[in-house]
């Protein structure tokens, strides 16, 4: 479960390429249902996009507050 949560975005390209090895190979798959795996994939891949921008929101407010006063130190260090 921690490695779905930590690689969403590797998981969706791993389903979508085999959707689509899946679809060139086996040309005789109804269209309707390769049609209805493409939704879902956009569908997942909604879902995906929306993990990734809160882990990288999360990741710029855990940094910012961490970094906020080297600026400051190294601004002080080049003055003196």
């Known amino acids: 479960?921690?490695?779905?949560?930590?690689?969403?975005?590797?998981?969706?390209?791993v389903a979508?390429?085999?959707?689509?090895l899946v679809a060139h190979?086996?040309?005789?798959?109804?269209t309707a249902l390769v049609l209805g795996l493409?939704?879902?994939v956009l569908g997942t891949g909604e879902a995906v996009q929306r993990a990734e921008d809160?882990?990288?929101a999360?990741?710029?407010e855990a940094t910012g507050d961490?970094?906020?006063g080297d600026d400051q130190a190294?601004?002080?260090e080049l003055s003196a």
């Open 74 to 76: 190294d601004a002080d």
């Open 16 to 20: 979508v390429a085999a959707l689509a």
């Open 66 to 68: 961490e970094h906020q």
């Open 1 to 13: 479960m921690e490695f779905i949560k930590a690689h969403p975005a590797r998981i969706y390209a």
């Open 25 to 30: 190979y086996q040309p005789e798959l109804p």
């Open 58 to 60: 999360g990741a710029g």
């Open 54 to 56: 809160r882990k990288t």
């Open 38 to 40: 493409v939704a879902a």
